[in-house]
């Protein structure tokens, strides 16, 4: 379920939606372009994010956080 | 419903609108698509902006001018201040209204505007752009047109979709949290915009501001570096300002946003497709303001997007005219400001508190920005050499 070029990532990209405002300054420095404000809703494409950090570095509010994959399965 | 256009907008900010107004008043057949389900909402700005710019594209009206402004102070942290006049009257704008207000324009000069219709991909043909694919009021359908305009702000995929490279550096980029505060009256002049600068104690590569938007109320923002945000988030970065310097107000909203600052992208067309406003990083890489410039950005791709529509051709050999006259009006300005800026988060905090308490003394607004520089650097001749950055920009001494 979570692979890309057949690796298996450990993390996951988790959103806190109670954080999030929708201002969409993480979409704007994504480099694979994995996270897409719908409407107001932020979504991310599991398939692609690279779990680069990118995104989670600089959120103004500190609303994404890679989450070990297990601890969001469990 | 009408599927085919001259012209598609993406995004109805006020670079798209003015697009679109400029567009359908030199007699293009436009659409202006936007995804939110009301246009300027919510707000993801600090509102200061110009009147000059703005009266050229809408009539004024106090329905959206929330505020007047006469000075611009530049502030320490150590509360020593440079106080300076604006290059042009200021006004504080209710973005809500304003944003609602420049659309409806739009349509009134003959442009279709159609809300909760997001753009989720591009129609190609033959290496050009021909259209967007959009979902629109639940419904998904192609609209097809000669030229499309990306006017999608900060978050903007749909130049990306046409394989232009629109990724900023975390340290060209800005990262900001506002709050829209009242019982403001003690703690400011509602007449001057301030500006609050200080790289270890208020704002890591970047600054805060309080722009009154009454006598009693202000926007306090802060911006800092993308790159600088990661242990301490521009949210708590604010919430510790406010919490020392304006104990007892009350908070009215709430606003995150970020900001490319890395000056307008080198390629801002292809076949097909233009960009505008903030999609463009058109914003200005100092203050990042980029209401004004984002409506000139549009103005110029209008100007050049009318012939090459009426003369059947949109390559992008034809279209980059646009990025010419952008480059010639903003392109040496917008390298000085960048510059400054970087020396501005190079220079430590002690260094700049001298820097502004120097300033503070000197009588201003009597002086050319050339003298003010030659002044300061009689006095702090380690600046000498950092001036040779912006003095071979041509910004200080011209
Ligand atoms: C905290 C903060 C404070 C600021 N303060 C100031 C200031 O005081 N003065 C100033 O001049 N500038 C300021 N700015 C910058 C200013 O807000 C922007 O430069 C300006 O809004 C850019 O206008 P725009 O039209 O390019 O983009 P936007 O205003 O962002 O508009 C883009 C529109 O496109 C829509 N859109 C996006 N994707 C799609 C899609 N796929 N389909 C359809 N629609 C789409 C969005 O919903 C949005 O409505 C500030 C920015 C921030 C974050
Ligand atoms: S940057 Fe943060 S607040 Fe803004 S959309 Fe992304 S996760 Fe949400
Ligand atoms: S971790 Fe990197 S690739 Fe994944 S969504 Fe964030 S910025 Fe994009």
């Known amino acids: 379920m979570f692979r890309r070029n057949g690796q298996q990532h450990v993390t996951r990209l988790d959103i806190d939606h109670d954080k999030c405002y929708s201002c969409g300054a993480c979409v704007a420095v994504c480099p694979p372009d994995s996270l897409f404000l719908s409407k107001l809703t932020l979504q991310v494409d599991d398939t692609t994010c690279t779990r680069c950090n990118r995104c989670v570095a600089m959120c103004p509010v500190h609303a994404l956080a890679l989450t070990p994959v297990e601890s969001l399965v469990s | 419903m009408k599927t085919s256009y001259?012209?598609?907008?993406?995004?109805?900010?006020?670079?798209?609108?003015?697009?679109?107004?400029?567009a359908a008043e030199s007699g293009l057949d436009v659409l202006l698509i936007e995804k939110r389900q009301e246009i300027g909402v919510p707000v993801r700005c600090a509102e200061a902006t110009d009147i000059e710019t703005t009266e050229r594209f809408i009539p004024l009206n106090e329905r959206w001018i929330a505020h007047r402004v006469q000075r611009y102070a530049i502030v320490n942290a150590v509360g020593d201040r440079v106080i300076v006049p604006p290059t042009s009257e200021t006004i504080m704008l209710d973005r809500k209204v304003f944003d609602a207000a420049l659309a409806e324009r739009a349509a009134q000069v003959g442009a279709d505007v159609r809300v909760s219709t997001a753009a989720v991909g591009l129609l190609h043909d033959n290496g050009t752009v021909k259209g967007v694919k959009v979902k629109s009021l639940g419904r998904a359908y192609d609209v097809r047109a000669?030229?499309?305009?990306?006017?999608?702000?900060?978050?903007?995929?749909?130049?990306?979709?046409?394989?232009?490279?629109?990724?900023?550096?975390?340290?060209?980029?800005?990262?900001?949290?506002?709050?829209?505060?009242?019982?403001?009256?003690?703690y400011m002049n509602p007449a001057h915009c301030e500006y609050h600068v200080g790289v270890e104690t208020i704002a890591p590569g970047g600054y805060v501001w309080t722009f009154p938007k009454g006598e009693d109320s202000a926007n306090v923002g802060i911006v800092i570096g993308a790159n600088q945000a990661r242990e301490v988030s521009a949210q708590t970065w604010l919430e510790r300002f406010v919490e020392r310097r304006y104990p007892g107000v009350s908070m009215l909203s709430v606003v995150s946003g970020g900001i490319p600052v890395t000056g307008?992208?080198?390629?801002?067309?292809?076949?097909?497709l233009?960009?505008?406003?903030?999609?463009?990083?058109?914003?200005?890489?100092?203050?990042?303001?980029?209401?004004?410039?984002?409506?000139?950005?549009?103005?110029?791709?209008?100007?050049?997007?009318?012939?090459?529509?009426?003369?059947?051709?949109?390559?992008?050999?034809?279209?980059?005219?646009?990025?010419?006259?952008?480059?010639?009006?903003?392109?040496?300005?917008?390298?000085?400001?960048?510059?400054?800026?970087?020396?501005?988060?190079?220079m430590d905090e002690k260094q700049f508190d001298a820097l502004v308490e120097h300033a503070s003394r000197l009588p201003i607004e009597t002086m050319t920005p050339g003298e003010i520089m030659l002044e300061l650097l009689k006095a702090h001749p380690k600046l000498l050499l950092e001036a040779g950055t912006l003095i071979t920009t041509g910004l200080v001494l011209k």
């Open chain 2, 264 to 272: 307008a992208l080198k390629q801002m067309v292809t076949n097909g």
């Open chain 2, 6 to 22: 001259d012209v598609v907008i993406v995004g109805a900010g006020p670079a798209g609108s003015a697009a679109a107004i400029r």
């Open chain 2, 146 to 186: 000669r030229l499309v305009v990306a006017s999608d702000g900060t978050e903007s995929q749909v130049a990306r979709w046409a394989g232009l490279k629109t990724i900023p550096p975390l340290a060209d980029y800005y990262v900001g949290f506002q709050f829209t505060l009242s019982g403001m009256a003690a």
């Open chain 2, 274 to 346: 233009m960009i505008v406003g903030d999609a463009a990083h058109q914003a200005d890489p100092l203050t990042a303001g980029g209401i004004s410039l984002g409506m000139m950005g549009a103005e110029m791709a209008m100007s050049v997007a009318t012939q090459a529509v009426q003369q059947g051709d949109v390559s992008a050999r034809c279209l980059r005219d646009y990025e010419h006259l952008w480059h010639e009006r903003f392109g040496k300005m917008h390298a000085a400001l960048y510059s400054v800026r970087k020396i501005l988060s190079r």
